[in-house]
């Protein structure tokens, strides 16, 4: 898969110690972006699942993994495959995209691939960035319109239901 980078042991992408990766490519292009260079579906570097997830597994300390972007949702059948390994090892799974969960729960019904990753989500960080409404106050977010979706009690309702868990 196409991946802007990772980074082991962040503290800043969810709760806990966490592996990071980057995904390369996204077409929503919000203004004031801070990772441009992640647009490029041409850009980073390939790297397979099994690599990641070697490296995943590198460090026992590891809370839990955050797939970031570009747009995570652009590459669902190899996010899905990270996120059940995740599982398997009993680390929880964070995703940041710049769609909503409405949206995306709409292309779910038209796309396997991503409907099997949105079910292996944990906790769905949604909404694209925007800059007026640009915010430090709130966890995780970029921007106020951004939420922190409990993605298992929103598959039932089919709304994104926020995250309560911290
Ligand atoms: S969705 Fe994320 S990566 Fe894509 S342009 Fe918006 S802020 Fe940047």
Redo the contacts with the bound molecule.
């Keep these: 898969m196409k991946i802007a980078g990772l980074v082991h042991d962040s503290i800043v992408d969810g709760p806990g110690l966490r592996f990071v990766i980057y995904t390369q490519g996204?077409?929503?292009?919000?203004e004031?972006?801070?990772?441009?260079e992640?647009?490029d579906y041409d850009g980073g570097f390939e790297i397979t699942v099994d690599e990641i997830i070697n490296q995943i597994k590198s460090n026992p300390l590891t809370d839990g993994i955050t797939i970031?972007?570009?747009?995570p949702f652009d590459k669902a059948a190899d996010c899905y495959s990270l996120a059940a390994f995740a599982h398997v090892l009993g680390l929880n799974v964070w995703v940041?995209?710049?769609?909503t969960f409405e949206e995306i729960f709409t292309d779910a019904s038209e796309n396997n691939d991503i409907l099997k990753f949105l079910e292996q989500i944990d906790v769905l960080v949604d909404g694209?960035?925007v800059a007026k409404e640009r915010t430090l106050a709130l966890k995780w977010r970029?921007s106020k319109n951004q939420r922190l979706i409990d993605v298992k009690k929103s598959l039932i309702t089919g709304n994104g239901e926020l995250y309560d868990g911290c």
Excluded: A, V
């Design positions: 996204c077409g929503l292009c919000c004031g972006c801070h990772n441009p992640t647009w970031s972007g570009g747009e940041f995209t710049g769609k694209r960035y970029g």
